[in-house]
């Protein structure tokens, strides 16, 4: 075992460099966007108007723009904007050649857009536009250094932890092996500069830049986007961000953002792995089952297919938490109720993740209780189902009441998410859900694969097996696993076409339900993960194939991993569709959805508008959420309109700490009623409402207090002492 454990330590050490040497090294050269016909646009009229225009990401430093065209009239340009508003110009000389203008950006930004302004006469040709930088364009060369650091820091403190006693040398092996997993499964993310397409990558690629913007901003927690909307702001309390604020700490500190999103899509993969191996833990103590059930949920292919295909961050980090729900719910029904802390561990990622996840997996958890009430009641059980209730409420007030505060006082333009969505249209076929062999579906370049393929199939047939043949002898947990494969049966249906889904459509609640989940097929997701917490317990605890189990596990294995591996991922296409060029200057992925906007016609615009020439605007000075402006009004009822969104947590006060009235305008920006004839100052700040800072105080104060009890006393349950019923030792 000694010498397997150490193979395992440099097999892992060899992956872990394998994937330092994948990664990108800081690069300086110039980045360049050319057609493929040779030009980026060709343009004649008598019309002017912007012909072509780039909207870049970029850091504080030097720039050079190099644009390589062909000009007939005088009166082109090449126009410089940051927020809308233009701060530079250069004109395009007549004839052909390449005009080269020096940029000095003297803060981030994320809306820098470079335009040729078409003058409204004669012919002009933009042949290619580049873009060169004095230093390296980001700082990712130190993250090499910090993975070898925290390679070497597990080797060293598994080491420790196996000479002290701590932890066996058997455990040691398992818990190498589900880091092997995790970085294998990481493999994917390798060779390529870009993050590849995605359904959802570039809303996600936007929050972890608005998350840093808004950190550089000061707030914390980032409630608003300041830069984004041309500089009008833009709501992040309406999708769970907490975990968001890993990448977007790298980018605080100089990492890309491609590298940025790629190591946290790393991190969880091994969220997702030691979730997985903890949560079979919890259900018997083998190892076989607790490493078979890792490997296959790490490389399930609806798992990877949301990370990597459909952009599904939310969804995907939810994925990771779901193991622990499930397991937290079977301590608190019927196994060790000391643990009933693991549900508030499980639930409080799923709610710090995913919205809709958080209502999917509440309700299977729901159903699950309920099952189990009658043991839970005779066995006085609630007691641990209330406490893990109240402490994931403490937990999340943080998140919950901005989110539903908004949701619901917000004047939100939320019509997009509250009106019926056709979801009956968006279910799978039966024969296409248990496919055996790959099939893929694509649209507008994406590929989806949706299909359970080989692995899930045989574990899936299995369990239908075993429940068969044990119907009337099962202990507590395996009743408690049936019910669970029930369920993952359950969702699998109601992921096809065979549910009644046209009956459902004319039940209002049932139909707002499904309307608000959008996609049938979100409940493979948690099927999956139910399916093999079920299906590698009850593998290598079936006495009918115990000859064989260690044959059965390897196949499994090898088929999950040769599955992964014939899986065309596309990576090597950015999802702008012009190559990795443009992702290190994130160059047109800024995406705000509407529905998170004030209601408003959306004509936003990066300065201030006053009603009319009666108003006389001194100075005008904005920072991120700061503005600062000195006026004269006119007697008779003026106003400005301000480029913030009219969000709550604004405060407007004059030169005396006086409140300004203030109405939300016609595009949903602030429009603040001036006071009249004097000289007057306007000051804008943001401040969080006192009920969300109550909120995060109690959510903080709740973390401290866990934090302190851990520190001083220890989980109160501990280990478990002495023998589970139904679960089987090695």
């Given at each position: 075992?000694?010498?397997?454990?150490?193979?395992?330590?440099?097999?892992?050490?060899?992956?872990?460099?394998?994937?330092?040497v994948s990664l990108n090294a800081d690069s300086s050269e110039p980045i360049l966007f050319t057609g493929d016909s040779g030009f980026l646009v060709q343009h004649t009229g008598d019309v002017q108007e912007e012909i072509y225009s780039k909207t870049l990401v970029l850091e504080k430093g030097n720039y050079q723009v190099q644009l390589a065209y062909t000009s007939s009239e005088e009166g082109n340009a090449l126009w410089i904007?940051?927020?809308?508003?233009?701060?530079?110009?250069?004109?395009?000389?007549?004839?052909?050649?390449?005009?080269?203008?020096?940029?000095?950006?003297?803060?981030?930004?994320?809306?820098?857009?470079?335009?040729?302004?078409?003058?409204?006469?004669?012919?002009?040709?933009?042949?290619?536009?580049?873009?060169?930088?004095?230093?390296?364009?980001?700082?990712?060369?130190?993250?090499?250094?910090?993975?070898?650091?925290?390679?070497?820091?597990?080797?060293?403190?598994?080491?420790?932890?196996?000479?002290?006693?701590?932890?066996?040398?058997?455990?040691?092996?398992?818990?190498?092996?589900?880091?092997?997993?995790?970085?294998?499964?990481?493999?994917?993310?390798?060779?390529?500069?870009?993050?590849?397409?995605?359904?959802?990558?570039?809303?996600?690629?936007?929050?972890?830049?608005?998350?840093?913007?808004?950190?550089?901003?000061?707030?914390?927690?980032?409630?608003?986007?300041?830069?984004?909307?041309?500089?009008?702001?833009?709501?992040?309390?309406?999708?769970?961000?907490?975990?968001?604020?890993?990448?977007?700490?790298?980018?605080?500190?100089?990492?890309?953002?491609?590298?940025?999103?790629?190591?946290?899509?790393?991190?969880?993969?091994?969220?997702?792995?030691?979730?997985?191996?903890?949560?079979?833990?919890?259900?018997?103590?083998?190892?076989?089952?607790?490493?078979?059930?890792?490997?296959?949920?790490?490389?399930?292919?609806?798992?990877?297919?949301?990370?990597?295909?459909?952009?599904?961050?939310?969804?995907?980090?939810?994925?990771?938490?779901?193991?622990?729900?499930?397991?937290?719910?079977?301590?608190?029904?019927?196994?060790?109720?000391?643990?009933?802390?693991?549900?508030?561990?499980?639930?409080?990622?799923?709610?710090?993740?995913?919205?809709?996840?958080?209502?999917?997996?509440?309700?299977?958890?729901?159903?699950?209780?309920?099952?189990?009430?009658?043991?839970?009641?005779?066995?006085?059980?609630?007691?641990?189902?209330?406490?893990?209730?109240?402490?994931?409420?403490?937990?999340?007030?943080?998140?919950?009441?901005?989110?539903?505060?908004?949701?619901?006082?917000?004047?939100?333009?939320?019509?997009?998410?509250?009106?019926?969505?056709?979801?009956?249209?968006?279910?799978?076929?039966?024969?296409?859900?248990?496919?055996?062999?790959?099939?893929?579906?694509?649209?507008?370049?994406?590929?989806?694969?949706?299909?359970?393929?080989?692995?899930?199939?045989?574990?899936?047939?299995?369990?239908?097996?075993?429940?068969?043949?044990?119907?009337?002898?099962?202990?507590?947990?395996?009743?408690?696993?049936?019910?669970?494969?029930?369920?993952?049966?359950?969702?699998?249906?109601?992921?096809?076409?065979?549910?009644?889904?046209?009956?459902?459509?004319?039940?209002?609640?049932?139909?707002?339900?499904?309307?608000?989940?959008?996609?049938?097929?979100?409940?493979?997701?948690?099927?999956?993960?139910?399916?093999?917490?079920?299906?590698?317990?009850?593998?290598?605890?079936?006495?009918?194939?115990?000859?064989?189990?260690?044959?059965?596990?390897?196949?499994?294995?090898?088929?999950?991993?040769?599955?992964?591996?014939?899986?065309?991922?596309?990576?090597?296409?950015?999802?702008?569709?012009?190559?990795?060029?443009?992702?290190?200057?994130?160059?047109?992925?800024?995406?705000?959805?509407?529905?998170?906007?004030?209601?408003?016609?959306?004509?936003?615009?990066?300065?201030?508008?006053?009603?009319?020439?009666?108003?006389?605007?001194?100075?005008?000075?904005?920072?991120?959420?700061?503005?600062?402006?000195?006026?004269?009004?006119?007697?008779?009822?003026?106003?400005?309109?301000?480029?913030?969104?009219?969000?709550?947590?604004?405060?407007?006060?004059?030169?005396?700490?006086?409140?300004?009235?203030?109405?939300?305008?016609?595009?949903?920006?602030?429009?603040?009623?001036?006071?009249?004839?004097?000289?007057?100052?306007?000051h804008v700040r943001y401040r969080d409402p006192v009920l969300f800072r109550i909120a995060s105080f109690i959510s903080i104060l709740t973390i401290l207090i866990i934090i302190l009890i851990l520190l001083t006393r220890g989980f109160r349950g501990g280990p478990v002492t002495g023998p589970m019923r139904g679960v089987r030792h090695e």
């Amino acid at each position: 075992m000694i010498s397997l454990l150490r193979r395992t330590k440099k097999v892992l050490v060899i992956l872990v460099l394998l994937f330092l040497v994948s990664l990108n090294a800081d690069s300086s050269e110039p980045i360049l966007f050319t057609g493929d016909s040779g030009f980026l646009v060709q343009h004649t009229g008598d019309v002017q108007e912007e012909i072509y225009s780039k909207t870049l990401v970029l850091e504080k430093g030097n720039y050079q723009v190099q644009l390589a065209y062909t000009s007939s009239e005088e009166g082109n340009a090449l126009w410089i904007r940051n927020h809308d508003v233009q701060i530079d110009s250069a004109e395009i000389p007549v004839g052909e050649g390449e005009l080269c203008y020096d940029l000095r950006i003297e803060e981030p930004t994320p809306n820098l857009e470079v335009s040729v302004h078409y003058a409204g006469n004669g012919y002009l040709e933009v042949k290619s536009f580049a873009l060169e930088t004095e230093k390296p364009w980001h700082r990712d060369g130190w993250v090499r250094g910090l993975l070898v650091l925290a390679a070497a820091l597990v080797i060293l403190l598994l080491d420790f932890l196996v000479r002290t006693g701590k932890v066996t040398e058997r455990m040691s092996f398992e818990i190498y092996v589900v880091l092997g997993i995790a970085v294998l499964s990481s493999s994917f993310l390798l060779n390529e500069s870009s993050v590849g397409h995605g359904d959802d990558l570039t809303y996600h690629l936007t929050r972890i830049e608005g998350i840093a913007q808004g950190l550089r901003d000061g707030q914390f927690p980032v409630r608003i986007y300041p830069d984004m909307l041309a500089g009008n702001g833009y709501l992040n309390a309406m999708y769970p961000s907490l975990f968001l604020y890993i990448p977007a700490v790298f980018r605080l500190l100089g990492v890309s953002y491609v590298v940025s999103y790629k190591l946290f899509l790393i991190c969880m993969n091994f969220g997702a792995a030691f979730a997985m191996y903890a949560a079979i833990k919890c259900f018997t103590k083998s190892g076989r089952a607790a490493l078979l059930g890792t490997a296959l949920y790490v490389f399930a292919r609806y798992r990877l297919n949301n990370m990597l295909v459909r952009g599904a961050l939310g969804e995907s980090l939810a994925m990771i938490f779901l193991p622990l729900v499930i397991a937290g719910v079977w301590q608190i029904a019927a196994g060790d109720r000391r643990k009933w802390w693991i549900l508030v561990a499980g639930a409080t990622g799923v709610i710090q993740s995913h919205v809709l996840s958080t209502v999917v997996y509440a309700a299977i958890a729901l159903v699950l209780f309920a099952a189990c009430a009658g043991k839970m009641v005779r066995e006085k059980r609630t007691a641990e189902l209330g406490m893990a209730a109240g402490l994931i409420l403490l937990l999340n007030l943080g998140f919950l009441v901005p989110f539903l505060t908004y949701y619901v006082k917000g004047n939100l333009n939320l019509g997009a998410l509250t009106e019926t969505f056709a979801y009956w249209v968006e279910s799978l076929n039966p024969a296409y859900l248990f496919g055996i062999f790959r099939i893929t579906h694509e649209d507008a370049g994406f590929v989806r694969d949706f299909a359970l393929h080989l692995p899930m199939l045989c574990l899936f047939g299995f369990c239908l097996i075993y429940c068969v043949h044990h119907r009337a002898e099962m202990s507590d947990r395996d009743r408690f696993l049936r019910r669970l494969f029930v369920a993952a049966c359950l969702l699998l249906f109601m992921t096809t076409n065979w549910f009644p889904y046209e009956m459902i459509r004319n039940v209002a609640f049932l139909d707002h339900f499904f309307s608000m989940i959008q996609f049938p097929w979100r409940f493979e997701g948690p099927a999956i993960g139910i399916l093999i917490i079920t299906g590698a317990v009850w593998i290598t605890e079936y006495q009918h194939i115990e000859g064989y189990c260690n044959v059965l596990v390897a196949a499994l294995v090898v088929m999950v991993l040769l599955d992964a591996s014939h899986w065309n991922l596309r990576w090597n296409q950015s999802m702008t569709g012009a190559g990795a060029d443009e992702d290190r200057t994130c160059a047109d992925i800024i995406y705000c959805p509407q529905e998170y906007m004030v209601r408003g016609d959306g004509a936003f615009y990066g300065g201030y508008i006053v009603s009319d020439e009666q108003v006389t605007v001194h100075s005008y000075e904005k920072d991120g959420l700061r503005i600062d402006m000195i006026y004269r009004a006119e007697p008779g009822g003026h106003w400005v309109e301000l480029p913030l969104m009219h969000y709550m947590g604004y405060v407007v006060t004059d030169e005396k700490g006086e409140d300004y009235e203030v109405m939300t305008g016609d595009a949903g920006n602030m429009r603040v009623l001036l006071e009249n004839s004097e000289r007057h100052e306007l000051h804008v700040r943001y401040r969080d409402p006192v009920l969300f800072r109550i909120a995060s105080f109690i959510s903080i104060l709740t973390i401290l207090i866990i934090i302190l009890i851990l520190l001083t006393r220890g989980f109160r349950g501990g280990p478990v002492t002495g023998p589970m019923r139904g679960v089987r030792h090695e």
